[in-house]
């Protein structure tokens, strides 16, 4: 053979090779990708599986969140009752906040997320009351755009809780950073 061929048969094993590398990358990218969402997923179904096993587990709480939130009767509940509230209601939206960011980067699906806007819409009142504090501002653009759209009904709760709240200010709460 010629130094030639030998030469150009060399360049063209290099090249598939190459090729064939870069597939293979490809391929192992993808697989690492749909690991990563499975994880996540994995992470935010235990997250609220812990969450509401907590919930149930706690019957004065419980209680309380029937009473409050379920049962709309917010005049039996106590600074120190709503105080409680407020640190259940941070925790939800530091869930639900994560689930935006994991939507952005393209690890949460679509209906996952819209049910979490959809449940924070719901909340929107009452984190306002309360001054849940929010550290994502685009998350929170998100909420009000959500709860403001023509497709968004506001629950049975969110109407009573709305009416109570512009009677009743909360003195506790808020820690000086942006909220609603």
């Known amino acids: ?48 599986i812990q969450e509401y096993s907590n919930y149930a587990q706690d019957n004065e709480f419980s209680n309380l969140v029937a009473r409050a939130i379920r049962g709309t009767n917010f005049d039996s509940v106590s600074d120190d009752e709503w105080h409680q509230i407020w640190g259940y209601e941070s925790a939800r939206m530091t869930r639900l906040e994560d689930v935006y960011f994991q939507h ?20 929107l009142p009452l984190w306002k009351w309360l001054r849940v504090v929010s550290v994502n501002p685009e998350y929170n653009a998100a909420v009000e755009a959500f709860a403001n759209s023509p497709d968004y009904k506001p629950t049975k709760y969110e109407i009573e809780f709305s009416a109570w709240a512009k009677k009743n200010e909360y003195s506790i709460g808020g820690v000086g950073v942006q909220t609603f």
């Open 1 to 48: 053979m010629k130094s030639n061929t030998v030469q150009i048969l060399t360049t063209v094993l290099s090249n598939v090779a190459v090729s064939a590398g870069l597939v293979f990358l490809i391929f192992e990218l993808r697989q690492n990708s749909a690991i990563a969402l499975s994880q996540v997923r994995q992470e935010r179904s235990l997250s609220i």
């Open 104 to 123: 952005r980067e393209g690890l949460i699906d679509d209906s996952i997320h819209n049910f979490s806007l959809k449940m924070g819409a719901s909340k």
